[in-house]
């Protein structure tokens, strides 16, 4: 049995509380596709952890599994696999061999690449961590894989063939002296292969790298459920997402065939549940047709999308959502919940059930919005048109709800869906009817306890 976790907006919905909470049913929990850009917040008996790469399942005691579609920091992976055995943890960690390495002339370049794009207003809003870079030699066929960093020769040959490249494209396109760099070794061979070269001996001497789809099918030949993972949301999906405002992998249900190498048919076959956050956020540049109350810190507002209709409604639900990224601490911006972005991701991904989160936060309010269709050009549209130009163009139409009264998460969380508001019940109802998928799970608070369970898919 499997279930796909996937992020049916921007990112940020709330996918890890989701993973920890079936979490008890799940054997394997297997990450598809983003590296250390994707923040989880996961809360467990009290105790909030904060992950970017190793999966969420960990903090369970599950075997976690970095697929193929990932890219590693190892420096990343390993500063969060010992933080976690200093809580008192003992997490179990597999890497695929075929999962590309971030090495760091990928970071350098990602920051110089979207500082140049800054000057013209193009930049996307990455986190400089090096995911982008990564990819693309990966798809240029230039990267260095994790089971490169397992064969001294190979690695060798690898760094001794693409670090000149980069080295070439700071100096001589950017004008970078390298020499300055905070991390003055990103561009030197001999010192790369150390650092990686024992990289590789503690992935063997801890019997961690795996050929991940055989992994994976073996667990579950051997009766084992797995949850497949996914970072970031369907709207920054590479080719299903506001490109070029997107990460450099596939988030959407597809990614998780591809990230692991089990078939499409075993995900297909299983549960895929979208994450839906009760309103919408986002990072970064780009086009966000409900939008409230303009731009927030570093967040530019794409080309005339304008300053937002209520900027201290935005900066309340900002606040009582805890809206700042998880590895950046950026503020996110805030609008209202956009239901052509869920039709749109449904059908994409295929979900089977739904996780609503974050109902708590809208508690109180006098009412509440959702942009239900679109108008674009004159002519109204029930989901997202395919080029971000034309998304930017489009104006929500606004269907109003009355608001619901504060409430206790934990009681009503153990009460069940009965005790909700009958207006957030409403609410709850109109996505799902849209959608035409249940709501497996209704998250009414951020711990382990607040939330409610309709459903257990495994």
Request: aromatic fraction near 6%; include cysteine.
């Amino acid at each position: 049995m499997t279930v796909t976790i996937v992020g049916s907006q921007l990112g940020d919905e709330g996918k890890g509380g989701i993973v920890d909470l079936y979490g008890d049913d799940a054997d394997v929990v297997a990450r598809y596709q983003g590296g250390d850009n994707a923040g989880h917040t996961v809360v467990h008996e009290g105790e909030e952890y904060k992950l970017s790469l190793v999966p969420s399942g960990a903090i369970r005691g599950k075997v976690g599994v970095l697929g193929n579609g990932c890219v590693v920091n190892p420096r990343t992976l390993f500063d969060e696999l010992d933080t976690l055995q200093e809580r008192g943890l003992d997490p179990d960690v597999r890497v695929a061999e075929r999962a590309h390495v971030i090495l760091p002339y990928h970071r350098v370049l990602d920051g110089i690449e979207e500082e140049v794009k800054s000057e013209s207003g193009d930049e996307v809003g990455t986190t400089g961590r090096g995911i982008g870079p990564t990819y693309e030699d990966k798809a240029g066929r230039r990267g260095v894989r994790v089971g490169d960093l397992l064969d001294p020769d190979v690695l060798r040959e690898r760094l001794e063939y693409v670090v000149p490249q980069k080295r070439a494209l700071a100096e001589d396109v950017y004008g970078l002296d390298v020499s300055d760099l905070e991390d003055p070794d990103a561009f030197d061979v001999d010192a790369l292969y150390e650092e990686f070269r024992e990289v590789g001996r503690r992935f063997e001497a801890e019997d961690m790298t795996v050929n991940a789809g055989a992994f994976l099918t073996g667990a579950m030949a051997d009766g084992q459920n797995v949850m497949f993972e996914g970072a970031q949301g369907t709207i920054i999906d590479i080719d299903h997402g506001n490109y070029p405002y997107v990460t450099s992998s596939n988030p959407t249900a597809g990614g998780a065939a591809v990230g692991t190498g089990v078939s499409p048919g075993v995900v297909g076959g299983g549960e895929v549940i979208g994450i839906v956050k009760g309103y919408l956020t986002r990072v970064g540049s780009g086009p966000l047709p409900t939008e409230l109350g303009g731009v927030v810190g570093d967040t530019p507002d794409y080309d005339e999308q304008g300053e937002g209709e209520d900027e201290d409604l935005a900066h309340y639900i900002r606040e009582e959502g805890g809206e700042y990224g998880t590895v950046t601490g950026r503020p996110r911006r805030v609008g209202w919940l956009d239901m052509p972005m869920l039709r749109h991701a449904t059908r994409v991904s295929g979900f089977t059930g739904l996780a609503i989160n974050h109902l708590d936060v809208l508690a109180g309010l006098d009412e509440v919005k959702v942009g239900h269709t679109y108008t674009l050009d004159g002519e109204e549209r029930e989901s997202m048109p395919a080029t971000t130009e034309q998304w930017a163009r489009c104006e929500a139409t606004l269907r109003t709800f009355d608001g619901w009264e504060e409430f206790d998460p934990a009681a009503t969380a153990e009460a069940g869906y009965e005790a909700l508001p009958e207006n957030a019940k409403a609410y709850v109802e109109y996505v799902e009817s849209e959608l035409d998928t249940p709501a497996y799970a209704i998250g009414v608070g951020p711990g382990r306890g607040e939330t409610i369970v309709r459903e257990r898919p495994f």
